[in-house]
């Protein structure tokens, strides 16, 4: 079973509109942690974002933030105000106590922002 | 500024002739990992060092070698490099092993095989 669920392949949103990029993970481990990274066309991965499985609040950093249904075990981040530089592929990765070392990647969501 | 740095950023190599893809940290960190990552795919973890224990995953090829000799430096070797090989190969680092610890990645080495 897929560990982590991105199911839009692509999205497009307007200039300064805000956009929500779906994630599902899958885990029986209660302790676990979820990531949002953005790696832009020149390859590198940029930490986003983090949520851990014991937070009661949903995290936000700056224009970002991840909308936690831990019932769901879903993970959306929600990007506000896109700018054109937030065109890019957006990954959502999950790393278990259990596992270790172990992160688990989605398929990536590929964002365009149109001016 | 401390940071993840991988050489080449281009590598071109032929079927067959062994190649070494560098990468070097300034953050410290315990823990290095190597990524393969295929067009739109996720990347794939292929191995990782806890200071100086090497761990493989399972399904990494034997094709694929890693060194550590110091604690900013690591190299990823391929042996005998088949067409199936062309990928972008991501260096990455964390301080320790937690489910908070988040990855910091190089900047990626573009492999491509004739």
């Known amino acids: 079973a897929q560990k982590i669920t991105q199911t839009q392949p692509g999205m497009f949103v307007q200039e300064k509109e805000a956009v929500t990029l779906d994630c599902t993970y899958d885990t029986s481990d209660p302790s676990y942690g979820l990531f949002w990274y953005k790696q832009p066309s020149s390859g590198e991965m940029i930490f986003l974002i983090y949520q851990g499985s014991y937070d009661q609040q949903n995290a936000t950093e700056g224009r970002y933030s991840l909308n936690f249904q831990k019932a769901r075990k879903s993970a959306n981040l929600v990007i506000s105000a896109s700018q054109l530089g937030d065109s890019a592929m957006y990954f959502c990765?999950?790393?278990?106590?259990?596992?270790?070392?172990?992160?688990?990647f989605g398929t990536g969501t590929s964002l365009t922002v149109i001016p | 500024d401390a940071m993840v740095i991988q050489n080449p950023r281009y590598q071109v190599t032929q079927f067959g002739k062994p190649v070494t893809l560098s990468c070097s940290q300034t953050?410290?960190?315990?823990?290095m990992y190597w990524y393969q990552q295929k067009s739109s795919q996720a990347p794939k973890l292929l191995f990782h060092?806890?200071?100086?224990?090497?761990?493989n995953e399972a399904d990494t090829p034997d094709n694929f070698q890693s060194r550590r000799p110091n604690t900013s430096f690591c190299f990823l070797d391929i042996r005998s490099p088949g067409l199936g090989d062309a990928a972008m190969y991501l260096c990455?680092?964390?301080?320790?092993?937690?489910?908070?610890?988040?990855?910091?990645f190089g900047s990626g080495t573009q492999l491509s095989v004739l």
């Open positions: 953050l410290n960190h315990n823990v």
């Open positions: 990455a680092t964390s301080r320790e092993v937690r489910i908070s610890e988040k990855l910091f």
């Open positions: 060092y806890y200071d100086k224990d090497f761990n």
């Open positions: 990765a999950m790393r278990e106590k259990k596992s270790g070392n172990q992160f688990y």
